[in-house]
């Protein structure tokens, strides 16, 4: 799995952290959460390997997370979208999130992130993703990550090289 949200952490597009204050994941419709990722020509990515994660903790261990199946949407080019199977799923982890930031305010520490199995060609030393993540229907799409080398994100989780895409 390639963590494309965090990876690359120390290029999280700073404008972006500023408009989505005031946004939460917890609040966000799950049927309009649209991710989009840009790839080089020749990079591909896997749907059956392509999530996005949501989780919480707060001290003394409680622990709530949830993997979600990204699928394409044709609507969107390189955009994806989650699963419709697994839309009430996500609510449903969001409303018990909601539950434990209740009961320990301030104390409760939430992720986010994508997460894919990429595939393909060489890459090439000036090759870079860019991530976009849209939490609200009527929002713009706001970049995550932009312009982050692949070679990095590569060597970030320890591998010299994609491998090939199915055929």
Do not use: H, N, Y
């Amino acid at each position: 799995m390639l963590p494309l949200a965090v990876a690359a952490c120390g290029s999280v597009d700073l404008a972006t952290m500023a408009g989505l204050r005031g946004i939460s994941p917890l609040d966000a419709d799950p049927a309009a959460i649209l991710v989009r990722a840009e790839l080089p020509d020749g990079i591909a990515l896997l749907p059956e390997g392509t999530f996005l994660e949501l989780g919480a903790e707060r001290p003394g261990g409680a622990v709530a997370e949830g993997r979600f199946a990204l699928v394409p949407d044709p609507a969107v080019p390189d955009g994806w979208r989650i699963d419709p199977g697994e839309v009430a799923e996500l609510r449903a982890l969001q409303a018990e999130i909601r539950g434990m930031k209740a009961a320990a305010p301030g104390a409760t520490v939430g992720t986010l992130a994508v997460r894919t199995a990429p595939c393909g060609a060489a890459v090439a030393p000036d090759d870079t993703l860019s991530v976009w993540l849209r939490l609200m229907p009527d929002a713009p799409l706001r970049p995550m990550l932009r312009d982050v080398p692949v070679a990095d994100v590569l060597e970030e989780i320890g591998l010299s090289a994609l491998p090939p895409c199915p055929a």
